[in-house]
């Protein structure tokens, strides 16, 4: 994910204290997809037909230069919900919690680490978490009814069997904070509870839904040959018959759950509008980072994907649509971040961040007013997972320049206006400017790591 470092971001939210809010405070629909690049969404060249999210589109603005807080799951959602660096989180949350890891089971979102959703709870707003959940899944004290959402519906580990709503054979779907046992397919599962929590809205009450769908994020199924659990793409027959014109069998898995998602997504839009809160609404369509080659997604054109901190990894699909607020068919090509959702949401709330030390910034002004964004440096951080076999990797984006430290490819260096899918190293022909950035990115890791003590 992304993280602006703080040394540009502070003087900015120091700003965002809610006194240029509407009036009315709008609604605020978050839709938040797993594993999908910025290949695998139609409006940005995908081949895959997304007619309900190239809606918002054309209605509201899309961001080309979007990034999350880290391309990893757990991290990614801790920085969108705190709106803190997940390298600031107390329990160090640079990689996926592990749902078997009995070491994972106490490790999660803590009560002082305060999310939007508390923040937005308590100003009056009616708060809801469905589907993935993924910042914590042994003490009750990590799930989400916790942090603010009234209304929690769900899973808390990083998958899920779409067909048993289990990580393997274990049971993992709540409400309420209390485990259910529901069948059906999980994706439709999801989008039937926003609807039902859209249909049971009070007309007096402004709502905070963050609608975060498992798909395209491959299931977690069970071998029971081998009794453990394994990664399947788990598609709707439906969908996967509609799809066999794509011809590699993993991409076609993958497109056809994105179809099953896309048309969630059009009953969720369309539930908005039937129940006369679509004008009233603000709808936030992103993704929690990069897709995985390995399982179908596409970050092409951008260089590699999901778990690394190149481009398509930490780059994204990110389109807000707000009637009569946002200007429509709009294209942004600011530098944002899902960490920037925590202020500006709290501005457009009315509601007081001046107690509340983040990383992001408010950008409610680009959106209504279209004003600049300010230059502005960007850090990400992912630890180590041994289970997964992965290692270290650090980036900062300054300006147009980004630093990458790789755990086994070395240092990089890019300037991204002139080479956005970083294909050229400039390490040896800007060595100032290399060894500057290579220093403050080494600092800043040191900094948040201490902080998070």
Known sequence: MLFATGLLAMGCLNKASGKEANASPPNILVIFTDDQGMNDVGCYGSEIPTPHIDSLARDGLKFTQWYVASSICTPSRFGLLTGRNPSRSRDRLLGALMFLDPRDGRRGLHPEETSIARLLSHAGYRCGLIGKWHLGHGD????????????????????????????????DW??????????GYATDLITDEAVTFLHQQPVSQPFFLLLAYNAPHFGKGWDDGNDQPVNLLQPHPSDLAALMHVKDPTRRKFAAMVASLDRGIGRVLGTLTSQGLDQSTLVIFMTDHGGDPNFGGDNQPFRAGKATLFEGGIRVPCIMR???????????????????LFPTLATLA?????????DGIDISRHLLEDEPLPRRSLFWEIGVHEELEREPWLALREGDWKYVQTPKNGEWLFHLQQDPYERQNLQRIQPRRFTNLQRKARALAVRYGKASR
């Open 350 to 358: 009315g509601v007081s961040i001046d107690d509340h030390e983040l």
């Open 174 to 183: 709540y409400r309420h904070g209390q485990p259910i046992s529901q069948s």
């Open 322 to 340: 707000w009637p009569g607020k946002i200007p429509s068919s709009k294209t942004s090509n600011a530098v944002a971040s899902a960490l920037d």
């Open 140 to 171: 009750p004290m990590f799930f989400p009814h916790r942090h603010g959402f009234q209304h929690t519906y769900g899973h808390t580990a990083g998958c899920v069997d779409f067909y048993t709503m289990s990580y393997g054979n274990t049971p």
